[in-house]
């Protein structure tokens, strides 16, 4: 069974938590509450992401939440320009380790290109007795 729900968050600071919010509930509905955890988390850094480095003035980002039975899959779509790297930061510095926490949570990740913007992507398998959950 494939699910499949977004939403577009308006370019301001109260949105990150309205995608945390969206995540949860979506996941709720779903019946995986054991993924809330690391993907709030996730959720919260790529939003965060696309706040401060992805979405011009005026414009929204985009929140995607798909699940095929075998997988959960998070999607954070921006119209801003650049590809988020993942940074090496110091023990002093209080950014830059967003996409490495994504990295050590999600099974796969990655970042899609296109003519305007991008989207950050990252897949959690699910479980076997979570499987068709939903």
């Not at 949570?105 to 959950?133: C, I, M, N, S």
């Amino acid at each position: 069974m494939s699910l499949s729900r977004q939403r577009s968050f308006p370019r301001r600071r109260v949105s990150v938590g309205a995608a945390r919010d969206f995540a949860t509930k979506t996941l709720a509905e779903w019946g995986l509450d054991e993924l809330q955890e690391d993907l709030r988390l996730c959720v919260s850094e790529l939003a965060t992401n696309a706040l401060l480095h992805g979405v011009p003035p005026g414009r929204e980002f985009c929140v995607r939440l798909a699940m095929d039975g075998a997988s959960v899959r998070l999607e954070v779509r921006d119209s801003g320009e650049g590809c988020p790297k993942v940074r090496s930061s110091g023990a002093d510095e209080v950014t830059g380790r967003g996409l490495r926490l994504v990295r050590a949570l999600a099974d796969d990740w990655g970042v899609t290109e296109h003519v305007v913007g991008k989207t950050v992507w990252l897949r959690f398998t699910l479980k076997p007795e979570l499987e068709g959950t939903g």
